[in-house]
């Protein structure tokens, strides 16, 4: 089975997949962007969040969105569990707040980068504004982030419209919670 963790910054997806980790010993953990050699350039690159072009910036998401399905996700989807830290999802979410780019190229050339390879169900940890901007407040801001908690919130909006476009099975969990409690919501959504 291959699901993803997903919410926006600060959200709590890293704590979540060092749990799941534990929790799914023989799983692949990734994520997207970086997951591979090039893909940790791309990383660097989309994270200084020096493109001036919008189009640029989801240009560069999509090429490491491709070479992390064709390294990462498929030799491993029939024989692995796959936990992923982001996923298209965060893809078209993103690019949808843009509206630079009309949802139907959004929804075409994220299905062409991944070649229709979906994760078959995707958390995402909801955060409150007033969380958002504790959590914020307490760490070291990259440029996406530079864009503040208005932005983000909006991409929080985005993500449950993208899992909707791309017919993917959302599960939206209270990111508020403790660590302890939301590990279990999605174990026990995992077991059902
Ligand atoms: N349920 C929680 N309650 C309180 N604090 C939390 C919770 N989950 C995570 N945190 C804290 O919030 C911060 C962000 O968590 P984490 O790095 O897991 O988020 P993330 O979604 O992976 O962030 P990013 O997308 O920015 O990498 C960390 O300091 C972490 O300890
Ligand atoms: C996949 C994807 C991600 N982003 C943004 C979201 C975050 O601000 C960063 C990734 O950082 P993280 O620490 O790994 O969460 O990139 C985006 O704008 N578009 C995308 O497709």
Do not use: C
């Not at 189009?55 to 796959?82: C, G, Q, S, T, Y």
């Not at 999802?89 to 994220?110: D, M, P």
């Amino acid at each position: 089975m291959y699901i993803a963790i997903e919410g926006i910054d600060t959200a709590g997806k890293s704590t979540q997949i060092a749990l799941l980790s534990r929790n799914y010993p023989e799983a692949v953990i990734t994520k997207e962007p970086g997951a591979t050699a090039i893909g940790k350039e791309i990383r660097e690159l989309v994270l200084s969040a020096k493109a001036k072009s919008k189009k640029a910036e989801f240009l560069l998401f999509l090429a490491d969105r491709a070479e992390h399905i064709k390294e990462v996700i498929e030799p491993n989807l029939k024989k692995r569990m796959i936990i992923s830290d982001r996923s298209v999802v965060s893809g078209v979410a993103y690019a949808l707040i843009q509206e630079e780019i009309s949802e139907t190229a959004i929804v075409h050339l994220n299905r062409f980068a991944t070649n229709g390879i979906y994760p078959q169900k995707v958390f995402l940890l909801r955060l409150s504004k007033e969380e958002l901007e504790f959590r914020l407040s307490q760490k070291e801001l990259d440029g996406i982030e530079l864009r503040g908690s208005d932005y983000l919130l909006k991409i929080q909006g985005a993500i449950i419209k993208a899992a909707e476009l791309l017919d993917i099975e959302l599960i939206e969990i209270d990111a508020t919670q403790s660590i302890e409690t939301i590990n279990k919501e999605i174990l026990s959504t995992l077991n059902s």
